[in-house]
């Protein structure tokens, strides 16, 4: 017990200079997800706490994918337009685009996970995935591809230019059955879905009415293969005069979008939830209400957003350390850096990250990932265990010298906090050099498979 | 042959099924809740359908069931043709059928509106009804419930008890490795964590001895179906295990677009998995001590939008199913006239859940104040 205090104690006083100590380093770690294992390991000291989110705030600034995108055979997704052909034909190609296409861009997506060093934009890329849900079954595979590529190029950028790509493009049109909202037809799932879960939150700041008018604002909109984009049809679009949030006129999708952005509840919501990500599951309300006020001042830049957040006294507090769990996501991003696996088994990854509840490109529903607490319950909990294995069980006799150049750099008490905060356990022998194969992976489970890895 | 029959048979001959002839005594004392999620938003019109109201086929004009294919159960109502089976059920009077069943000012939101029905309140940090229900009547049960699919939000609070379980194989096979940490987590999150996983071991290690897996050996799957979920709750029920609520949950009722297809094979799942479940029941001699209930967040609406599909309504309806179900049904037929183009709610759910509370689980301290229905 005595041992116990006396870790809080180094670890929880506050320096009043706030450089970085190493319990700093792994909570900014851990929740950013920077993998530059070097810095961690040596140069933390030498920061401040303000200083070391400028770097992982610029080391998440956009950088293209450094895998090969894949390519889709544009001929066939051309046909599904042309008037030659059947419609049985076209249901056939269909059906075959979306089986192997949507396999494409899962393969993708854990590849690239598995080779980018941008680990905070693909954090950030799964948190606007899980944002603005949307699930591949649903979707033609270019699309949800593209989707994709603007959650990368805006994921640390402005707020109103990623949901004007995102509303532009066809995937949650697709999703949400907008291309069947017509004048005549209204179909009011994505109006209501962009309200309470993509912009502005569940609550009494928009009605039944705002909804259904909403609906209209976004009709007639079909969704054209060669730019990838929604294109209006003037003959399909409802032009009726329309009250939307008690202003009236004929409302299309980008006055729709203007009418949201400029509505105070969706830089709350948008604040409110970059908070669960990276603060606490509970936020203290006035502080949301300061941060979000500057996020709007800020002309929805998620960037000096983001900065705050991490910059917070909240961020940093006692009580906001280790209280997150890790997804399925973080599990696999916060290993690689220890265990240096190449993108070889992405299969494997990709069943496991399944298993464990979180299948890219297929979110349970519209809501995406609830994440936090939800992330524990019996089943997941024995299937997060399995992935961490399954992953720790992909080290390879190649990678061994390559990471035990990793390991020798690191003084072996500065190598445990990457698996464990607060409580060490005087048990675990963490030194790897020189060892077998298996006795490496057998620490390599004792370091991961502790249960203070499933918190950050 | 008899259930009583069929067991002295088995006594006789031991071997055939031990475990189930030891446990005829306390199996007939104990109640299981088995509870069916429609998640997304059911048609109550399309399921239970008014097919004498001329109004349903103006608001249907494409997704209207003929009426030549509905199965009709009295001179008003029909059964969606995808549930042969739960008509059977009604003809048998173990089918209740509750009509506009909703709460008031019905919220649109499938998240929103789940939590209401879950937490039988508007509070949304409220806790799940069934966690403050068995917390406030403490038993010896080993857990509150096992949740197969869907959301867990029933039985969520500060200490929850219960399980999620896909397949129960793997479950008692993986748990085993599991570790109990042994060093102080304070965190509320983390104690969390620790609990849980007390919790799996504590039964992981009654089910390995108790539960007899024979009609479930062959689910090895990750991914398993509706109707695999049912079989492993009958496998727990036959092996008198103490749990008294099961949940599985069946997706894609949220049928915006195209719904004829999604909703009649969604119906089908529901149908054929039930079958295969109340026969096994049956067989078993445990269908007066199964109640069986569907819900869903909300109905759709009474008019189809222009997508051949139905958008987020109000009140929809109930089944409730088992060997002591009063058999008929409950409420009107549905106005759709008024109401602003949805149906409108006339059963409070918490009239269903008060039934639940007082004739089913017979609990000493209520929590839910409202008159029961008589279905039970």
């Not at chain 1, 790509?165 to 949400?176: A, G, S």
């Not at chain 1, 060490?424 to 298996?438: A, G, M, Q, Y």
């Not at chain 2, 029959?5 to 109640?31: C, G, H, M, Q, Y």
């Amino acid at each position: 017990m005595k041992i116990f205090v006396s870790y809080i104690f180094i670890f929880f006083i506050p320096t009043f200079t706030h450089a970085l100590i190493i319990e700093d380093t792994r909570h900014l770690w851990s929740r950013t997800g920077f993998s530059n294992a070097d810095f961690i390991l040596n140069n933390y000291s030498e920061h401040t706490r303000e200083e070391a989110v400028n770097l992982i705030i610029d080391s998440g600034s956009y950088s293209a994918p450094v895998t090969k995108l894949p390519e889709f055979d544009d001929n066939l997704y051309l046909k599904l337009k042309s008037k030659a052909i059947s419609k049985n034909e076209k249901r056939e190609i269909l059906r075959l685009l979306r089986k192997q296409d949507k396999k494409k861009n899962s393969n993708w997506w854990h590849r690239e996970i598995l080779s980018s060093n941008n680990a905070f934009q693909e954090k950030m890329v799964v948190f606007w995935h899980s944002h603005f849900a949307a699930k591949a079954s649903k979707v033609l595979p270019p699309y949800m591809l593209e989707q994709n590529q603007i959650f990368r190029r805006n994921s640390l950028g402005s707020f109103k230019n990623l949901l004007y790509e995102v509303m532009h493009n066809p995937t949650i049109h697709q999703f949400l059955d907008n291309t069947k909202n017509t004048a005549k037809k209204p179909n009011e799932n994505l109006a209501r879905e962009l309200l309470e879960l993509y912009t502005m939150g569940e609550g009494e700041h928009y009605s039944e009415k705002d909804v259904k008018n909403m609906a209209k604002a976004l009709s007639g909109l079909y969704h054209d293969y060669s730019t990838k984009k929604m294109k209006l049809s003037h003959k399909r679009k409802d032009s009726s005069y329309m009250t939307i949030f008690n202003k009236s006129a004929t409302f299309g999708l980008d006055e729709a979008i203007k009418l949201i952005l400029e509505h105070p509840n969706t830089s709350k919501f948008i604040t409110l939830k970059l908070w669960r990500e990276f603060i606490s599951e509970d936020p203290s309300v006035q502080k949301l209400n300061s941060l979000s006020k500057l996020f709007n001042d800020s002309n929805y830049d998620i960037k000096t957003l983001v900065f705050e957040i991490l910059n917070s006294e909240e961020f940093w507090s006692a009580k906001n350390r280790n209280n997150l769990v890790k997804s399925p996501f973080d599990l696999i991003a916060s290993s690689k850096i220890i265990l240096h696996i190449p993108s070889s088994s992405i299969f494997s990854l990709r069943n496991q990250m399944k298993n464990s509840g979180q299948k890219l490109f297929d979110p349970p529903d519209v809501n995406g990932w609830l994440g936090g607490r939800r992330w524990i319950n019996s089943d997941l909990i024995i299937s997060r265990k399995r992935l961490l294995v399954k992953y720790i069980e992909k080290v390879t006799k190649n990678n061994l010298s390559e990471l035990q150049v990793a390991i020798d750099k690191a003084e072996n008490k500065k190598y445990q906090f990457f698996a464990i905060g607060k409580n060490i356990p005087e048990n675990i022998d963490i030194k790897f050099s020189n060892t077998s194969l298996k006795s490496l992976r057998n620490k390599l489970k004792s370091v991961l498979l502790d249960h203070s890895f499933n918190f950050k | 042959m008899q259930r009583r029959d069929f067991l002295k048979l088995l006594s006789v001959f031991p071997f055939l099924n031990p475990s189930n002839a030891l446990s005829i005594e306390s199996n007939t004392k104990r109640k299981y809740l088995i509870l069916i999620e429609l998640k997304g938003g059911n048609d109550g019109l399309n399921t239970v359908i008014p097919y004498k109201d001329p109004l349903y086929y103006e608001n249907r004009p494409t997704l209207q069931i003929p009426v030549d294919k509905v199965l009709k159960i009295n001179s008003e109502l029909g059964l969606n043709p995808a549930l042969p089976a739960l008509k059977k059920l009604y003809q048998d009077d173990d089918l209740s059928i509750i009509q506009n069943v909703g709460y008031n000012s019905p919220n649109k939101s499938h998240f929103t509106s789940l939590d209401i029905w879950e937490s039988a309140s508007r509070d949304k940090e409220a806790n799940g009804w069934l966690y403050e229900l068995f917390k406030k009547n403490p038993s010896n049960n080993l857990i509150d419930a096992m949740v197969f699919s869907g959301s867990t939000g029933l039985f969520e609070g500060s200490s929850p008890n219960f399980l999620k379980v896909k397949n129960l194989n793997n479950f008692l096979k993986r748990s085993k490795s599991l570790k109990i940490p042994n060093y102080l987590l304070s965190d509320p999150t983390q104690k969390h964590l620790l609990d849980s996983i007390k919790l799996i071991k504590k039964v992981a290690l009654r089910l390995e001895n108790e539960l007899n897996l024979d009609e479930i050996k062959h689910i090895k799957k990750e991914r398993v179906g509706i109707s695999d979920q049912l079989m492993q709750v009958s496998s727990l029920m036959q092996s008198n295990v103490s749990i008294p609520v099961f949940k599985v949950s069946i997706n894609n009722f949220d049928t915006h677009a195209n719904q004829s297809d999604i909703h009649k094979k969604n119906l089908t799942e529901l149908n054929n998995s039930l079958d295969k479940f109340i026969k096994n029941l049956k067989f078993n001699g445990l269908w007066n001590d199964a109640l069986i209930m569907t819900y869903s967040e909300f109905g759709r609406r009474i008019l189809e939008n222009g997508s051949k599909g139905t958008d987020h309504g109000e009140a929809s309806c109930m089944f409730c199913m088992g060997g002591k179900v009063k058999g008929g049904i409950h409420g009107k037929l549905p106005d759709l006239l008024n109401n602003n183009g949805n149906v409108a709610t006339k059963i409070d759910f918490k009239e269903v859940y008060a039934t639940l509370q007082n004739e089913w689980f017979k609990v000493d301290k209520r929590i839910i104040k409202n008159t029961p229905l008589n279905f039970l």
